[in-house]
């Protein structure tokens, strides 16, 4: 790397260069003479290396205190503050017999008490007859959708689910899989009706429905409209009971619901909302600091920036701790950037998580935020969009701005191509 450059973001163990370098086509004519699997494998590699959308695994600047966490999925800072970690030991302490290694498949030799008994109070705490636990919520949406549909039954699912519940679809034995437009109740009504008519032993309750949907969706940050849709389902089921509800509570646990239960438990509950009420404050400071900023009418105006969960904010009952930042499409990079090197860290969202052309950037409140950060952050965003607008208008002879200019100095000495470069 050229020794002229001072850039912090730019240091050679960062994770910044990692990403970028792990993203470049690798032209090393030795490879070509390489075995064929080899060589299938890299070609594979190479398609998501020329969009950049290569998963690479690097430590991400969060993790290592170089920037705010606006990113994480720690939402309450569980594991920041140490409190788990504590918890967890405290645990172990007072079960000094308990077995850390499994011992065998827990359908077989490797059960034991301590799983049944937190399995037991989980069902308890939600109401449910029973818990499972399982190795990760992939996991549990791999198995929940292979083995709960039955010959003849049919999936519904909307839109935006999780790649690991279509990985469980996939596997399923339900005739039909049906997809319904995100969070739309009238969709889901008539895909619901067009799927009655047309399979006579659901029409005649013999057979069910199974609905697929998430209480919050980690891509956009909304809330599903569960109340609706299970007032739709109960219609238009004609008291059968068969259209039942799956619904992944992966972002909602410890954030809504009576003790953070989750979405189910909060709507069996008056829409009371229990705690997290520092992420409330965050996600209100956010959109306040957002809209009222002299900059926030022309950013939509010029179609430079859209923030889908500021409309009407004011009047949700209450704002998820995700929320999702649309600069436009060409400018993904030149924002995160930006933020990146004022020491905020938010997440690119871009293919293959969300379709081309629906790139964003998503911010995620924690406990551990504090309000000055989150107007610093917002304060950061029209910095840069002005930036921008100089650009657009001519005002400036810069062709890009500042942050971004500087990392492209950088890849262009280095030979990399790609991140939004100009
Ligand atoms: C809605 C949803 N379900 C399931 C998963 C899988 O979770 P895990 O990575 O913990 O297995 C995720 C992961 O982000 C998710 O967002």
Redesign the pocket.
């Known amino acids: 790397m050229n020794g002229s450059i001072q850039n912090p973001m730019l240091s050679k163990a960062g994770a910044l260069v990692k990403h970028i370098k792990s993203q470049q086509i690798d032209r090393d004519e030795a490879k070509k003479s390489h075995p064929t699997f080899y060589r299938n494998l890299e070609e594979a590699l190479d398609v998501r290396r020329g969009t950049q959308s290569l998963f690479s695994i690097v430590q991400s600047n969060w993790q290592t205190k170089n920037a705010v966490d606006f990113c994480s999925?720690d939402y309450l800072s569980w594991n920041t503050t140490g409190l788990i970690r504590t918890h967890f030991l405290d645990e172990l302490s007072r079960y000094p017999d308990f077995s850390v290694a499994a011992g065998g498949s827990r359908v077989m030799e490797g059960n034991y008490p301590y799983i049944e008994e937190t399995e037991a109070e989980i069902a308890a705490a939600h109401g449910a007859e029973a818990g499972l636990i399982t190795s990760?919520?992939?996991?549990a949406?791999v198995m929940v959708w292979t083995a709960l549909p039955r010959p003849g039954d049919v999936i519904v699912y909307d839109a935006l689910v999780?790649a690991?519940?279509h990985e469980g679809m996939e596997r399923s034995l339900a005739i039909r899989k049906t997809e319904f437009l995100h969070n739309d109740v009238d969709s889901f009504r008539e895909t619901l009706l067009a799927i009655i008519d047309s399979q006579p032993l659901i029409k005649q309750g013999k057979r069910s429905i199974i609905v697929a949907v998430?209480s919050i969706y980690?891509m956009e940050g909304d809330v599903c409209p569960l109340l609706d849709l299970v007032e739709i389902a109960e219609e238009v089921s004609h008291g059968h009971g068969n259209i039942q509800f799956v619904v992944?509570e992966?972002?909602s646990t410890g954030l809504i619901g009576p003790k953070g239960y989750g979405l189910v438990c909060e709507l069996g509950l008056e829409a009371e909302i229990a705690g997290q009420e520092s992420i409330q404050i965050l996600a209100r400071t956010f959109f306040e600091a957002l809209t009222s900023h002299p900059l926030w009418p022309s950013a939509q105006e010029k179609g430079l920036l859209s923030v889908p969960l500021a409309a009407g904010w004011e009047e949700r009952p209450y704002l998820t701790h995700i929320v999702t930042v649309w600069p436009r499409q060409k400018y993904i990079y030149w924002l995160y950037l930006h933020l990146l090197s004022c020491s905020f860290f938010v997440l690119p969202v871009k293919q293959p998580i969300v379709p081309v052309g629906e790139s964003r950037l998503r911010i995620t409140f924690h406990a551990e935020n504090t309000p000055a950060q989150v107007t610093a952050l917002v304060e950061q965003i029209f910095t840069w969009m002005e930036e921008v607008m100089d650009i657009e208008q001519g005002k400036t002879q810069k062709k890009v701005t500042r942050a971004a200019g500087e990392v492209y100095v950088w890849m262009k000495q280095e030979g990399l191509r790609g991140f939004g470069m100009v």
Do not use: W
């Not at 990760?136 to 996991?139: I, N």
């Open positions: 999925n990760s919520a992939f996991d949406n999780h690991s519940t998430e980690s992944d992966t972002h």
